[in-house]
Every structure is written in structure tokens, then in C-alpha cells.
């Protein structure tokens, strides 16, 4: 990542992780719209340089696999380093798969669980330890409906998320009296890559989910980016260990 430098010290400095598709790509052109510099990690580097082209001078990449968690307090020790303090961390970045309970292998629940959990957990110790001495700090995590009641065939994504939401708790607790606040949006049905993948093909599961759905319809990347910059913003200040639906009324639907 070629070294810039901030033309603004006051400006915030932000991580998106998976930010430069979906969900991700939505937060992070949030965040540039108000202001914030803003980190976007992924494995693509053909996608994060889009993303780059797309979004502007405050957005910054850096290609790199999470998955390598020996890498990762490296990887937050120079963005910090670089861009001198980190104030918001989004922890989006996640993979899913569909598939019969009894045909999940352990391999395949481990390479979900090690994406969706373990990265997140090394990641936001990462960002903590920077932000402990800041005084001051943002994490948001990002679940799933998955993760508010059960669906078929999504075992290792269920586990991860809902591990997640309880991580979102047990952090507000600890970390909130050191100034960082810790909040998860648990995204509805968006219409993303992710989403088409889980439900074309597949007509019972679409109509359950529109069935559901109060407002009748997916949600838009934009919609879970609105509700990231809210938590992150100052009108939040009294906000920690929420987890938020973003989701047309889908948690609580009939």
C-alpha cells in the first residue's frame, strides 16, 4: 500500500473488512461520503482496486487474507503506524455454504467458523490494543438473520454468527468503559451476491423470506452502510452491545 498521508489529523480513521463488495463496499461509501479515511482489506485485488476507483482518495486498500492470523497483528500495527491512531473497525468480511446438515464436513465447518470468527476475534484484538490507549474506539460486527432464528442448511454460518453476537455482548462489557463502543447489525435479506447465491434456485426458501419480510422485499446494501455510519457516529455515543435488524421487519415477521 503506497504511504499517504492524512490531509486532515482530525479526520477518523476507519477499517472495513470485505469492503470492497456488498455490504462492505456500501459501508465504506458511507463513510467516505462523511469524512472518514477509510482501510478496506480484502483477498481480491482486482476488486479492491475497483473499489479504490470507485470511492475515491479517502479509500484505502490493502490485499490481504484474514485467514492468516499470524498476519494480522502486522497488518493492524502498520495501518496504525501509518495513518497514526484507528477509530472505527467494521468487521464485515464472511463466507457462507449451503448445504445439508448431515454432508457438512468438519473441514468445511472449521473453514467457516476460522473466516467468520476466529479472524474477527484476532482482528478486534488488534484494533483494541491501539484503541485502549486512544481512549476512545468503534467496532461493529456484522451478523445475520441466521443468527435470530433457524435456518436450514447454513449450520457453520448460524454458529458463526450467533458466536459473534455473544462476542458483540461480552466485548461492550468489558471494552465500553474504555471508551469503545461495541455494537452488531444483524443485515435482513440485502440484495447482494451472497443473498442471490442462497436463494436463486431455490423458490421455498425465496418465498419464506419475502412471506416473512413486512416491507415486502430485500433490503439494499445502502440501507446496512446508513446503519453502520449511525453507529459510528457521535449520535450514537450512548449505544454499546446492541444488536440491531436491519431487516424490513424479517426477525419479528409472521
Known amino acids: 500500500m503506497p504511504q499517504e498521508q492524512i490531509s ?7 477499517i472495513v473488512t470485505g469492503g470492497a463488495s456488498g455490504i462492505g463496499l456500501a459501508i465504506t ?3 467516505v461520503q462523511a469524512g472518514i479515511q477509510t482501510v478496506i482489506i ?14 475515491g482518495p479517502l479509500c484505502h486498500a490493502i490485499a490481504q487474507d484474514l485467514n492468516d492470523l499470524a498476519s494480522i497483528p502486522a497488518l493492524i500495527a502498520r495501518i496504525a503506524a501509518q495513518y497514526g491512531r484507528i477509530d472505527i473497525l467494521v468487521n464485515n468480511a464472511g463466507i457462507n455454504m449451503k448445504k445439508e446438515f448431515a454432508d457438512v464436513t468438519d473441514e468445511e465447518f472449521e473453514r467457516i467458523v476460522h473466516t467468520n470468527l476466529h479472524s474477527v476475534f484476532a482482528i478486534s484484538r488488534e484494533v483494541v490494543r491501539i484503541m485502549i490507549p486512544q481512549g476512545q474506539g468503534n467496532i ?3 451478523s445475520s438473520m441466521a443468527a435470530q432464528y433457524g435456518i436450514p442448511k447454513v449450520i457453520a454460518y448460524t454458529a458463526s454468527k ?3 453476537e455473544g462476542m458483540t455482548k461480552a466485548m461492550a462489557v468489558e471494552l465500553s468503559p474504555m471508551g469503545i463502543l461495541v455494537n452488531c447489525i444483524a443485515p435482513g435479506f440485502i440484495a447482494t451476491d451472497m443473498s442471490a447465491k442462497a436463494l436463486n434456485g431455490d423458490a421455498e426458501r425465496k418465498q419464506k423470506v419475502f412471506a416473512r419480510t413486512p416491507l415486502g422485499r430485500l433490503g439494499e446494501p445502502a440501507d446496512i452502510g ?15 452491545g446492541v444488536v440491531l435488524p436491519i431487516d424490513g421487519g424479517n426477525s419479528i415477521g409472521f
Open 140 to 142: 461493529i460486527n456484522i
Open 42 to 55: 480484502g483477498r481480491d485485488p482486482e476488486k479492491l482496486r475497483v473499489a479504490k476507483e470507485k470511492l
Open 8 to 14: 486532515n489529523p482530525a479526520q477518523r480513521i476507519a
Open 29 to 31: 461509501g458511507k463513510f
Open 162 to 164: 450467533s458466536a459473534i
Open 226 to 240: 446508513d446503519a453502520a455510519l449511525f453507529l459510528a457516529s457521535p449520535q450514537a455515543k450512548y449505544i454499546t
